[in-house]
């Protein structure tokens, strides 16, 4: 059958055929430490699993608003404005079923054929598909080692064209885990602003957040910058639910009731019973977040202090999230790709089959040079999957 080329121009995730020999190796019983995962090793805590099974029973199990219900809309509204002084009403509040399909659809809504959006590398692996689902055109700029892999002002300044309509913002970062700082984003705003861009700031791990840093964004910096600004957020992070499928995305209505548009033509609203859960986990204690970022800040020291303790491999250290993203090239003149393998795939093979440990190329986040690794696995899985590394990388001889 002759697919549509809407999908023909999407390759396949490369790390498809590793995860698969990841599971065969597992599956044959093999220890294998699993560095690749993209979701804390939390359970979703007590009172939010316990509002949800109030509202099956309560009946709350039919068809809701399709952006939303308005307690939670509420409940987003507060948090937006109680913990970064950022107010919306609920016409500019879309919920959807989890935040990549939120993002998918202010894509849809706001880009238009050709229109060029930046994103800087190493980005989430979604972003250039989902805006080529939206005919709109990844530019993707590189950023610097050196700079924590952080897009400066004038890197931004020298991609730009009259075409260029948008900015990615990832911060917190996966797959760097780098936080951007006021003084970074302001002068990106400059250009922002000059250039009339929209910007998508994706927030999703703003609370996973380490050093007592404080979390900010281009929204927060002016009434100008909110108003060309989307700020996509969620609870599959913060709140270890990755399964209920809960996103959000903020900003001016116009786009914001388009997008509810479209979702009411494909999903409908998200789920009942996790928008009442998410209620919950919005409005209850927060402690248990507190909690796992103390456990994710330990991980990520005792990661970080690993990691540069192995001769060749260099990383800036994260300030949020749960990864950490390596760079391995001083080891690449030892490997043998296959034709069409990149060098940080043939590592992670090689890591997977010398060390069997699990992680995800870099070339997959479009920095080669790198391998991002999860932290959101136990202590003792940290010290002996890094251990494995150091060991198979001594065998590869440096
Ligand atoms: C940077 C980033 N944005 C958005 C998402 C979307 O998460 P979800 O769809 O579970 O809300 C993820 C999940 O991995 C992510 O890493």
Known sequence: MELARRIRQIPPSATLALNAKANQLKAQGVDVVNFGVGEPDFDTPKNIRKAAIKAIEDGFTRYTPVGGILELKEAIIKTFHDRYHLSYSPAEIMVSCGGKHALYNLFQVIFDQGDEVVVPAPFWVSYPPMLMLAEAKPVIIPTREENGFKLTAEELKAQLTPKTKGLILNSPSNPTGMVYTQAELEALAEVVLAHNLLVISDDIYDRILFDGASFVNLAMLSPEL???TF???GLSKTYAMTGWRIGYAAGPSEAIQAAINLQSQSTSNPTSISQKAGVEALTGPQDTVAAMVKE???????????????????????GGAFYIFPNFSAYYDRLNPRPGQSHSQALAEY?????????????EFGEDRCIRLSYATSRERIATGVERIAAALRNLGK
């Open 351 to 363: 890591l997977l089959e010398e060390a069997r440990v699990a992680a995800v190329p870099g070339a």
């Open 231 to 233: 700020v996509l957020n």
């Open 296 to 318: 994710f800040a330990w991980r990520r020291d005792d990661i970080y202090n690993r990691i540069r303790a192995i001769p060749g491999l260099t990383t800036p250290k994260p």
């Open 226 to 228: 909110k108003a060309r």
